[in-house]
């Protein structure tokens, strides 16, 4: 079988490299690309060079943007005094490809874990009390993993917030023991939102 030019076998590898995309999958898509260079490959050239000058992460939340301050942190109809905490930006997407949590979010950038020398200033923490303390929040919602470390962050963080003056819940039914939230569908958030419990 003949060999794809070097340059193209060297984007096969990078796409391969992507979650989901198998060298497989990155072969056939390359080549989708490729055939439609003009509709296809330019426009998403253009698109991937525009995003890797100016994503960053949001100064308050956490999630990625294109600006220092996310649109859903800039959002005034957001302003529920509700924050949403999530491990990491994968699990406010999915939040939000449900479009039933209205409030604003905290990302942490991960879990407690001793085996990672994941500790609290590694994370998000210390911005999400200080965040509690200067803008005073009716409600944080602990939407972690149910996970070993996911629970064990989620017991740090209710104790980080137990003397201030704001209510503490969690995800309740219909997260599964061990799920993450990206791989739950949109029902099964909405159903652990609305079902939250004090944590």
Known sequence: MDRAPNEIEALIAQLARLPGLGPRSARRAVLHLI?????????????????????????????????????????????????????DVADLWAMERGAMFKGRYHVLGGTLSAL???????????????R?????????????????????????????????????????QGVPMGGELDYLDDGTIGAALRARKAF
Request: net charge negative.
């Open 35 to 87: 055939q439609r260079r003009d509709q296809s490959l330019l426009p998403l050239l253009a698109t991937l060079e525009r995003v890797a000058s100016s994503a960053q992460t949001c100064a308050q939340c956490g999630n990625i943007s294109t600006l220092p301050i996310c649109e859903i942190c800039q959002d005034p109809r957001r302003a529920t005094g509700e924050i949403c905490v999530v491990e």
């Open 116 to 130: 990672d020398a994941m500790g609290p200033d590694e994370l998000r923490i210390p911005d999400l009390v200080e």
């Open 132 to 172: 509690v303390r200067s803008d005073p929040a009716s409600e944080v919602i602990l939407a972690l993993a149910a996970t070993v470390d996911g629970q064990t962050t989620a017991h740090y963080i209710a104790d980080a917030l137990s003397g201030m003056d704001v209510k503490v819940t969690a995800l309740a």
